[in-house]
């Protein structure tokens, strides 16, 4: 089964592979879409659904799955921020360490639990779609902890792994974190839309 995945971000597309190993996966670059999706949802899940529904109007009838996701850091004391801005939290788009820098700042003399979230969504062939959603919970470190993992991974001290996800390796953030949960969902309902049209 073919999968195109909205997204050229390399860390994503290795997460999304590790997981569904046995699907064909076609990135943004490998269609040719170089447009600029204007994101202007209220939530994760409208975000992603507005990339999903814009690559399924480029490619016109396409004969694959469109897979789409919006993700970001969530945190209790800022109101939810950064949420839906989380990559552009500092201005500009994924500049990791003056996103970083920010939260940090913000957070001085506060509470710090968090969750990180994915919403993704996916539109089948014939147009139909669905929307799952990952979390995976936590507390913001107030010192940067690791360096492996992107964006917020290095400030984020994970409950289920009792580290930061800076510090885990990449099986174990796999395993719990918000992306690695909503793939597992997305993978069962593949599997279910699978199994409908062979039977």
């Known amino acids: 089964m073919k999968i195109i995945l909205a997204t050229s971000n390399r860390h994503k597309l290795s997460e999304y592979q590790k997981i569904l190993s046995d699907y064909q996966i076609i990135t943004l670059p ?10 202007n949802g209220r939530t994760f899940t409208e975000n992603a659904m507005i990339k999903a529904r814009a690559i399924y109007d480029f490619l016109a009838k396409p004969d694959c799955i469109i897979v789409a ?5 969530v945190v209790d004391a800022l109101d939810g921020a950064p949420g839906i801005l989380s990559a552009r939290y500092a201005g500009g788009h994924g500049n990791d360490v003056a996103n970083r820098a920010k939260l940090l700042q913000e957070l001085s003399g506060k509470t710090r639990d968090a969750k990180f979230v994915c919403a993704i969504a ?3 062939p014939d147009g139909h779609n669905e929307s799952v959603i990952g979390e995976t919970f936590g507390e913001i470190t107030a010192t940067e902890q690791g360096d ?3 964006a917020y991974d290095s400030i984020f001290f994970s ?4 580290k930061t996800f800076g510090e885990a390796s990449e ?6 974190s918000h992306r690695g949960r909503a793939i597992k969902q997305l993978r069962e309902r593949l ?9």
């Open 30 to 39: 490998g269609i040719g879409f170089t447009d600029e999706i204007e994101e």
């Open 148 to 150: 492996g993992g992107f």
């Open 69 to 73: 996701e919006d993700s970001g850091l």
């Open 122 to 124: 996916i539109i089948y």
């Open 191 to 199: 599997e279910k839309y699978s199994n409908n049209i062979n039977a």
């Open 159 to 162: 409950q289920d792994l009792n």
């Open 171 to 176: 099986e174990e953030k796999n395993r719990v």
